[in-house]
């Protein structure tokens, strides 16, 4: 009777043991606590503006832009045509996020230290059915922007695009070059200009501009 006592003693006592070992090797979930601080409050930028800031310089676009660009269009450039100024540009939220995160991401891998701005450019669409690589123009004649990012070299903003090459490229260079495409790479380190050459194994240059927002008339229920 006392071995069989003792063996069960024995048996108990290495079942604990192993529970307890167990139990320690398991991830612990962590307890819901609803006294944890809240993540800090985001400043506003300096750049925000009152409603009546907003509306003041509206009004100054609709009589000092928009009623010329509307006798422009209907009298110089397509009297044949009806023409209403389109007054906002808009993206989606998530492409705006989208967006950025794609700039940033292709900006690290061509060694972008910093993008120093999101440059928005004034555009007009073309009095045509498409652009030449083919794309319908939906808006035909109507402003627009497109956005670039920049870094900074030597003291100035530029913009920039991924070259040929895999890294980033001024877009001014670009322009200045007399084959589309090519340019001179930016040196992350040096801030420097480094030439490159083609051969079949570079990358293709690939553009960072945003572009093909929603324009239109002026919103009836806003400004």
């Given at each position: 009777?006392?071995?069989?006592?003792?063996?069960?003693?024995t048996a108990t006592?290495?079942?604990?043991?192993?529970?307890?070992?167990?139990?320690?090797?398991?991830?612990?979930?962590?307890?819901?606590?609803?006294?944890?601080?809240?993540?800090?409050?985001?400043?506003?930028?300096?750049?925000?503006?009152?409603?009546?800031?907003?509306?003041?310089?509206?009004?100054?676009?609709?009589?000092?832009?928009?009623?010329?660009?509307?006798?422009?269009?209907?009298?110089?450039?397509?009297?044949?045509?009806?023409?209403?100024?389109?007054?906002?540009?808009?993206?989606?939220?998530?492409?705006?996020?989208?967006?950025?995160?794609?700039?940033?991401?292709?900006?690290?891998?061509?060694?972008?230290?910093?993008?120093?701005?999101?440059?928005?450019?004034?555009?007009?669409?073309?009095?045509?059915e498409k652009f030449?690589?083919?794309k319908k123009v939906?808006?035909?004649?109507?402003?627009?922007?497109?956005?670039?990012?920049?870094?900074?070299?030597?003291?100035?903003?530029?913009?920039?695009?991924?070259?040929?090459?895999?890294?980033?490229?001024?877009?001014?260079?670009?322009?200045?070059?007399?084959?589309?495409?090519?340019?001179?790479?930016?040196?992350?380190?040096?801030?420097?200009?480094?030439?490159?050459?083609?051969?079949?194994?570079?990358?293709?240059?690939?553009?960072?501009?945003?572009?093909?927002?929603?324009?239109?008339?002026?919103?009836?229920?806003?400004?």
């Open positions: 009777m006392k071995k069989s006592l003792s063996t069960l003693t006592s290495i079942s604990l043991v192993v529970l307890l070992l167990t139990s320690c090797n398991q991830p612990q979930k962590k307890e819901h606590n609803d006294d944890s601080p809240a993540p800090p409050e985001v400043e506003a930028p300096s750049n925000i503006i009152s409603l009546k800031e907003a509306n003041v310089i509206y009004e100054n676009y609709s009589k000092h832009r928009a009623v010329p660009i509307a006798e422009y269009e209907t009298k110089e450039r397509a009297p044949e045509k009806e023409f209403e100024p389109s007054r906002y540009v808009d993206f989606d939220y998530e492409t705006i996020k989208q967006y950025i995160d794609y700039v940033e991401q292709e900006a690290k891998k061509a060694g972008v230290k910093e993008i120093t701005k999101l440059r928005l450019y004034y555009a007009n669409y073309p009095d045509q030449p690589n083919g939906i808006h035909q004649r109507q402003n627009s922007i497109f956005i670039v990012p920049t870094l900074e070299m030597q003291g100035t903003n530029y913009g920039f695009y991924i070259g040929n090459n895999g890294k980033a490229a001024l877009i001014k260079d670009w322009k200045d070059d007399s084959e589309e495409g090519l340019g001179t790479s930016y040196n992350k380190d040096q801030k420097a200009y480094a030439g490159f050459s083609l051969n079949s194994n570079l990358q293709t240059s690939k553009s960072l501009a945003l572009n093909f927002g929603q324009s239109g008339p002026p919103p009836k229920t806003d400004f």
